[in-house]
Structures are given as C-alpha cells and as structure tokens.
C-alpha cells in the first residue's frame, strides 16, 4: 500500500517555465513533507520541506505547497533551468518519535534549453 | 566536507557469499539509516539506528543486518544475499530523526 505517491513517472518542460511536481499522499497522520532532488550516480539531496501548520515555504526558485484537505503536495520551480534535471523524491512522516520517512516512486524533470 | 561515504560503490556477487556495505559519517550525526531503491518502487527503508547500540526495522529489513557500535559507522550485512537484494542501497545521516537526511552516494549490488 503506498502512502505517497507521485503518479507522473516523467515531466519535461522548456527553460525558464515553471515545473509543477505533484505528490499525494494517504495518511492523514503525515504532518511534515519533504523534496528530495537527485543525479544520476548520486545520492539524494534534501530540497525543501514543509510542516503541516503551513501552506507555503519558498527558498529561492523552489517554493512547495501544500493542501492538507486534499492531501496534496506540489512543489515548484520557476524559473527552471537544465541543471533542475534531475529525480525529485517527495517524502512525508509524522510527528511520533522514531516516525521514519516515507518516500514517492519519484519523478523524473527534464528542462528543454 | 561533511559527507556520507559508503564503500564499495559497486559489487557483483553470488548468491549465499556474505558481504558488508560499510557506510561511514563525519558530521556527528545521530541517526542513520539505509534504503534501496529498486524501479518502480522509490526508496525503502531497511533499518535505523537512532544512536549507538540502538537499531530498529525499517519497512523491508528481511534479509538484511546492522550494527552501531560506534556513532559514525553503520554497516549494512548481507549474510545470504539471494537475487531479489539485487538493488541500488544508500546510507543516510541525519542529526536527528526529524531532521532531514544527508545521503552516501550509492552501491549497486548486483547478486548472482
């Protein structure tokens, strides 16, 4: 049973657009959320997180939002550029001790030049 | 530089020949943890460990063996490895178990 998903495998977008990257999720006890980005032959590199008493967190070009009564999270990217190539994980965990993260299948962004 | 360095990188193996993934940390961190990550299934857990001498399953620790005897190392143990723990395993550090993780680079085990 997943309890995160990101159901488009692939998302390909021109440069300087904006990259929209979903993520829905099933437990309604999830209350904090994270972005992963990852390259090839790396590990993942933490992104962005949001906290369930929020809406909106921005950091530079990366700003997540998040819709709790749909449980839904995106995370966007404007302006992209081709070094946001990449996989972006998105993750989610609740606030019990010892809670760990539960991660996405992930989406893979191309940016066109 | 604060890094998680994993080692090897890459293993080809057989089936039944025990072998070690060591995974070392130089930020002091607390909390380790390891993943797969096979296709269509994002990253898993294995185990944790919130501190020295405290270890716990994951979602999928069947197969698998760590310790933590000491606070920057955390191996992973494969005391049997069969075909189906052919996968992409990575190492994570965190300060604490709510902070977000830092990541090893990767091994690729590949199991005959």
């Known amino acids: 049973d997943q309890q995160v998903k990101q159901n488009s495998p692939s998302l390909s977008v021109q440069e300087g657009r904006i990259s929209i990257l979903n993520c829905d999720y099933t437990?309604?006890?999830?209350?904090?959320f994270l972005w992963y980005k990852k390259y090839p032959a790396e590990g993942p590199t933490f992104l962005i997180s949001i906290s369930s008493i929020k809406d909106k967190n921005e950091d530079g070009r990366f700003t997540v939002f998040l819709n709790k009564s749909a449980k839904h999270l995106s995370l966007h990217i404007v302006p992209s550029q081709p070094g946001d190539s990449a996989v972006y994980f998105c993750?989610?965990?609740?606030?019990?001790?010892?809670?760990?993260?539960?991660f996405g299948k992930g989406i893979t962004l191309s940016v066109r030049p | 530089e604060a890094q998680v360095t994993q080692n090897p990188r890459y293993l080809i193996t057989v089936t039944g020949k025990k072998l070690t993934v060591t995974c070392s940390q130089n930020?002091?961190?607390?909390?380790m943890s390891w993943y797969r990550q096979d296709p269509g299934l994002g990253l898993r857990q294995i185990y944790y460990s919130m501190n020295v001498e405290v270890t716990d399953k994951g979602d999928v620790p069947e197969g698998y063996k760590v310790s933590r005897k000491e606070k920057r190392n955390f191996p992973l143990i494969l005391e049997s490895p069969s075909p189906n723990q052919t996968s992409l395993y990575f190492c994570?550090?965190?300060?604490?178990?709510?902070?977000?993780?830092?990541f090893g680079d990767g091994t690729r085990l590949s199991i005959l």
């Open positions: 993750a989610a965990r609740w606030t019990g001790a010892n809670s760990k993260l539960t």
């Open positions: 930020m002091n961190h607390e909390y």
């Open positions: 994570a550090s965190s300060l604490s178990w709510n902070q977000p993780q830092h």
């Open positions: 437990n309604s006890m999830f209350d904090y």
